[in-house]
């Protein structure tokens, strides 16, 4: 009778721990659904660059920014374009080094930023590799980091809030590879996505960038 109660303590123990880890599974592979009552796409910010001569080493420090305040959202966009590297020893493309950085803040002291989402939208003759040793963040958690290969149109960096805070703050930098001769020219469309709670509702505020690389010999 004892040896029975024992293997039926141990079967309960065992059937709890394996309720709770279903449970933590299927929190995690189905996170919450929330409804966006409005969504604001703000004008993109532009920077165009010529492709240096070839073996041209471009030291850029360019900043570009956006300042938006609105609908219970305070939040601050920057991009530095860094530097422009070419191929050279064992590389065979040519790369940008940039600078992404995000600080944003709920206005309605009942409000918090749920997510921070940065996708990048690039054509298939550049690849894109975020330095995940150079991403630093508050209050938020890593979620998701996808590369864009050349194969691929995309790549975006997925970010969740810690515990429904009201302000948050994300950096990281990213490697532009260009695979062409410096005489044929690129875009990348970078869009950083805030989904926040205002104190009554759900919004999404939306900030695109557009890099344009141009050419050698282009106008």
């Known amino acids: 009778m004892i040896k029975r109660l024992n293997w039926n303590n141990k079967t309960a123990s065992a059937f709890a721990v394996t309720t709770v880890l ?10 919450r659904e929330i409804t966006i009552t409005k969504n604001t796409t703000l004008d993109p910010v532009v920077w165009t660059l010529q492709r240096p001569d070839a073996n041209q080493h471009v030291i850029i420090e360019d900043k570009l920014e956006s300042i938006y305040s609105s609908d219970g959202l305070s939040a601050a966009f920057y991009m530095w374009l860094l530097e422009y590297v070419p ?8 790369f940008l080094w ?23 939208y690039k054509d298939q003759e550049s690849q894109v590799g975020w330095q995940e040793d150079d991403l630093y963040l508050e209050n938020l958690s890593l ?16 970010l969740a809030d810690v515990n429904q805070t009201s302000s948050v703050y994300a950096e990281t930098t990213a490697l532009w590879k260009l695979l062409t001769p410096n005489t044929q020219s690129h875009q990348l469309e970078v869009a950083f996505e805030i989904t926040y709670y205002n104190g009554t509702a759900y919004n999404k505020t939306v900030q695109p960038f557009q890099l344009n690389i141009v050419g050698r010999g282009e106008t």
């Open 143 to 158: 979620v998701a980091s996808v590369d864009g290969y050349w194969w691929a149109k995309e790549a975006y960096v997925k």
């Open 87 to 94: 191929r050279v020893g064992s590389l065979d493309y040519d």
């Open 22 to 31: 279903i449970i933590v599974l299927v929190v995690a592979l189905n996170p």
């Open 98 to 120: 940039v600078r992404l950085d995000i600080s944003t803040t709920t206005t309605n002291p009942n409000g918090f930023i749920e997510s921070v989402y940065v996708v990048v």
